[in-house]
């Protein structure tokens, strides 16, 4: 998904490498403006034992697909501080642009698909290439997913859902709530990444849509960077 700040690929459509299926372009906004200089970037990043070297590819196409957000890296960070262990899990990332949680989800044992729109998945399956040993690529999967859309193509009751900086979009919010009802099953653990930005209503989806269908909790915030960690579970719990 995308939109005109400084937000990370969230998403909601399908809109590929071609066009966005109609009605979607306007959830896609892709301002030539901010992203007319086109330039591939390279970062290493170091995680959980790991080191990590991202692809970004700048420029309009991706948008804000391309950059590796704050918001993504807070929750790799908070994965090593906890030690999350995703060994032997079912897991999903939605809107991952760069696909760096994913990735760092996959070398952490998990059995991971990482989705974002038909656009981003090339991307994505650089980095992956990247960053993932041949002997387990097999336990990472890229494709495309348009929440609201096609997310019951997809399983079930994954262990973990996990999302960073994919909460920026009014519009999407509704699509993003069904494609989380869809995933998750009563046992699913939801990591939510945010930078809490007031004009993008942020805040409302945590305190008034969110709680509709599930419980969350704050799980870390980093006052210095305006960025929430969230995990959320179904109410289908109790």
């Known amino acids: 998904m995308a939109a005109p700040?400084?937000?990370?690929?969230?998403?909601v459509?399908?809109?590929?490498?071609?066009?966005?299926p109609e009605g979607l372009e306007a959830v896609f906004p892709r301002e030539?403006?901010?992203?007319?200089?086109a330039?591939?970037?390279?970062?290493?990043?170091?995680?959980?034992?790991?080191?990590?070297?991202?692809?970004?590819?700048?420029?309009?196409?991706l948008g804000v697909a391309a950059p590796v957000w704050e918001a993504a890296l807070t929750l790799c960070k908070y994965f090593e501080k906890?030690?999350?262990?995703?060994?032997?899990?079912?897991?999903?990332?939605?809107?991952?642009?760069?696909?760096?949680?994913?990735?760092?989800?996959?070398l952490l044992g998990g059995d991971v698909t990482i989705t974002d729109l038909p656009l981003a998945l090339e991307q994505i399956q650089e980095n992956v290439h990247r960053n993932v040993p041949a002997e387990h690529s097999a336990r990472a999967r890229v494709c495309a997913l348009s929440w609201g859309l096609d997310h019951e193509e997809f399983l079930r009751d994954y262990d973990f859902v996990l999302g960073a900086d994919i909460v920026y979009l009014k519009d999407t919010y509704p699509l993003l709530i069904r494609t989380l009802r869809?995933?998750?099953?009563?046992?699913s653990a939801i990591y939510l990444s945010s930078k809490m930005r007031q004009e993008h209503?942020?805040?409302?989806?945590?305190?008034?849509?969110?709680?509709l269908h599930f419980t969350s909790e704050l799980a870390y915030r980093d006052e210095n960077e305006n960025i929430n960690i969230y995990r959320v579970t179904s109410k289908r719990n109790s």
């Not at 459509?13 to 966005?20: L, N, V």
């Open 5 to 11: 700040r400084q937000p990370p690929f969230g998403h």
């Open 13 to 20: 459509e399908a809109g590929g490498a071609g066009a966005a």
């Open 32 to 37: 030539v403006g901010l992203f007319a200089d």
């Open 39 to 61: 330039f591939p970037e390279e970062t290493r990043y170091g995680f959980c034992g790991h080191v990590l070297t991202i692809a970004q590819h700048h420029g309009a196409r």
């Open 82 to 106: 906890q030690k999350l262990s995703f060994w032997g899990k079912k897991v999903i990332e939605l809107g991952a642009g760069t696909g760096i949680v994913g990735i760092l989800a996959t």
């Open 182 to 187: 869809h995933l998750c099953g009563p046992h």
């Open 201 to 211: 209503s942020t805040a409302e989806f945590y305190e008034a849509l969110l709680p």
